[in-house]
């Protein structure tokens, strides 16, 4: 084995083979000339790339590794961390980029000799990007002996980019990394991302700069660089950002270069602490966008009490995202906008309420927008959006605050709940609201707009100076009324009839069966059925999820952001989806409404031969507790599901069919029985808030 090769778990051999990670351990038990581990500890080894890849074509278990997989195996393993390994490709795309006939003379000749010249034509691609090495840019040239262990990842990068293209290969593998450790990482969801920067207004006239005070992966600024090149849209010029963390620092000053034209736009990433030491003190930018950290308590308190951005007044050490947003403003000209996510409880504090006051009396807080959970991490917390403009030297006559909240009628702008939130329709909800307020457009009056009101400054203005816009808007039973009230009454009647209709007759006595049993991995093995797994969500359609399977809504996920190079796999009519967590017996036969969505996470996808499986047949079986059981296995906070174990039985075709009619009954009644449970709730909460705020009598 080469020194530094590439190593890969066994969740990764499981991937490259199409397997459950139950088959790389019984192939490890029963094959002795499987790969040893080189590496990993005793309970999650890891194993040499190429001799696992080799085990694979040997056993007729591997055809060809698709160059995307073998990419991100190489970078997912590489000795030095998956972060410096995308650092490393960052740069080497941006040679590719810059200079293509330098880059195929490079790779000419061996590796070790390769490691040395790429180390000088690195150097000479990022000063051209970035400035000199002194100047303070995020991205050092990595030297001979930190590139040599990347040269084959490398390769294959450029390779993969000949075919996607530079940009696309490195959101891929960038994306790939978000996606594969979610929990290391602030991330902001690529629809909240682009809500911001629209109402940044980095689309339109006059925005020129922008800045990120807290970039994280640049999620917020690659959205900046989408608004403005919509069709139209005059050009941004200047990017800016800072991050505390230097690799990820790095990462983002790549993923901006790859993404904006060297010729006509700086791209200047920093990498510090902002509060403490900002590295744009004297900027006046156009817009600013930041997702900052939450609940910092070690923010510089004590170290900048006569900072001259505490122009709003001195933040108390709790109140971390009050110094952030005033940073914001300081680093903003005349005019120009900051959009802010910002946790809930920033908006009603009380140790922040004096700031709260002055923004408002100063006109610098412009709206204050709440967010379904599930919107962006922490999904569990409703967060908010702040957005600011840093007041003129004429003060605006007659404040108002914009507030809106898209969080209490959850359901009808979002879908309600993480991986279920349409963040398409709340972003024209939002952005409806807010372009009337600014009065570029008319009111709106779609049925998916957002509740909003803009509220006199004075109002606000009391002891609390609270901004929550659930204290100052109507609940969601107000807006709608009784007559809205009475159409989900007569709805829920006419479907507690139907489920009537639908209820099974009494089941007629039988003695136990005794009949042949198979498992659905017997069945794939021969050809009787396909068996998939969910992916990230990728492609441009909507995306099964498995909030979906669980409800029986239709889809309502979207792609995964930075997962452009991956194949989405397609559900078709009569195709069987159980999800892979919980320990939940809900299976789900997709329908020709359902049909050409993408998979989604934590799914798997049983797709029967029509001519010897019948899909509710398999679905029905699938759904006994028992067998549910046999096939489950539990960790410590999950019981997860292998439908390789599931059991069927073997019976003709034509008795399938019988089985799966009567199947097919059972699921409508249960569907029709989760709405009534669904309008129901929707009737009860509807009157208890009508009765108890006035719109709704008694009587």
């Not at 902002?274 to 004297?282: I, K, Q, S, V, Y």
């Not at 007044?313 to 005349?334: I, K, M, Y």
């Not at 007659?398 to 969080?407: G, M, S």
Request: proline content about 9%; some cysteine.
């Amino acid at each position: 084995m080469p020194e530094n090769a590439t190593e890969v778990t066994a969740a990764g051999i499981a991937r490259l083979a199409g397997v459950g990670r139950a088959a790389v351990s019984n192939w490890r038990r029963r094959h002795a000339d499987f790969p040893q581990p080189v590496g990993g500890t005793e309970t999650s080894p890891s194993f040499a790339l190429p001799e696992v890849e080799r085990w694979l074509r040997d056993q007729g278990k591997l055809v060809e590794v698709p160059l995307r997989e073998r990419v991100w195996q190489q970078l997912a393993g590489h000795p030095a961390g998956p972060v410096t390994a995308l650092v490393h490709t960052g740069c080497a795309l941006l040679l590719v980029n810059r200079s293509p006939a330098a880059w195929r003379e490079i790779t000419g000749v061996s590796d070790e000799r390769m490691a040395g010249v790429l180390s000088l034509a690195l150097d000479d691609a990022l000063a051209d990007r970035f400035g000199p090495a002194g100047n303070g840019r995020a991205v050092r040239t990595p030297d001979r002996a930190e590139l040599l262990p990347s040269v084959p990842l490398l390769r294959g990068a450029a390779e993969l980019a000949a075919g996607t293209g530079v940009r696309e290969a490195y959101e891929f593998l960038l994306g790939r990394q978000l996606d594969a450790n979610p929990r290391q990482y602030t991330l902001t969801p690529s629809g909240l991302a682009e809500l911001m920067a629209e109402l940044a207004g980095t689309g339109g006239p006059g925005v020129r700069t922008v800045l990120d005070p807290a970039a994280g992966t640049g999620a917020l600024l690659t959205a900046a660089l989408g608004a403005a090149d919509a069709p139209g849209s005059p050009a941004v010029t200047a990017l800016h950002a800072q991050e505390s963390d230097p690799g990820l620092a790095a990462v983002t000053a790549l993923r901006l270069a790859l993404r904006a034209a060297p010729a006509d736009r700086t791209v200047d990433v920093r990498t510090g602490d902002t509060l403490r030491a900002d590295a744009f003190p004297r900027l006046a930018a156009d817009a600013v966008l930041c997702h900052p950290p939450f609940n910092e308590r070690n923010w510089g308190h004590d170290e900048l009490a006569y900072d001259p951005r505490w122009e709003y007044g001195f933040p108390a050490r709790t109140e971390s995202e009050l110094a952030w947003v005033q940073h914001a403003l300081a680093r903003l000209r005349d005019g120009g906008t900051a959009v802010l996510l910002m946790p809930p409880a920033a908006a009603s504090r009380r140790s922040g309420r004096r700031i709260r006051a002055d923004l408002l009396r100063r006109g610098a807080l412009r709206a204050v927008i709440a967010l379904p959970a599930g919107a962006a991490p922490p999904y569990g917390i409703p967060l908010h959006l702040w957005v600011l403009r840093r007041p003129g030297a004429q003060p605006r006559p007659n404040p108002e605050l914009l507030l809106i909240d898209t969080a209490e009628p959850a359901e009808q702008v979002a879908g309600g709940g993480r991986d279920r939130l349409d963040l398409t329709v709340l972003r024209h909800a939002v952005l409806d609201a807010w372009h009337a307020y600014e009065g570029q457009r008319p009111q709106p009056t779609a049925p998916h707009s957002a509740a909003a009101r803009t509220v006199p400054v004075i109002e606000l203005l009391d002891d609390d100076v609270d901004l929550a816009p659930a204290r100052h808007l109507p609940s969601s039973a107000a807006t709608g009324g009784p007559a809205e009230l009475a159409g989900v009454r007569e709805r829920l009647t006419r479907t507690l009839g139907l489920a009537t209709d639908l209820a099974p007759p009494p089941p007629a006595p039988a003695a136990p069966a005794h009949r042949p049993l198979t498992t659905i991995g017997e069945l794939a093995r021969a050809g009787a059925l396909q068996l998939r797994h969910g992916g990230a969500g990728t492609g441009t359609g909507p995306v099964l999820t498995e909030h979906d399977v669980l409800g029986s809504t239709p889809p309502s996920g979207t792609p995964a952001a930075g997962g452009t190079l991956e194949e989405p796999v397609l559900v078709a009519a009569g195709d069987v989806v159980v999800p892979v967590l919980g320990g939940v017996t809900v299976v789900r036969v997709v329908d020709e409404a359902t049909a050409g969505a993408a998979l989604g996470r934590n799914l798997q996808l049983l797709r029967p031969d029509p001519a010897v499986l019948d899909p509710w047949f398999l679905a029905g079986f699938l759904r006994g507790t028992t067998n549910n059981r046999q096939a489950s296995s539990h960790a410590s906070t999950a019981t997860r599901l292998d439908a390789r174990r599931l059991q069927l039985p073997r019976l003709p075709l034509a008795e399938q069919r019988r089985y799966g009619e009567r199947f097919r009954a059972l699921a409508a009644f249960e569907d029709a029985l989760r709405l009534a449970g669904r309008l129901g709730g929707q009737l009860v909460q509807g009157l208890y808030d009508g009765l108890t705020d006035g719109t709704v009598t008694p009587e």
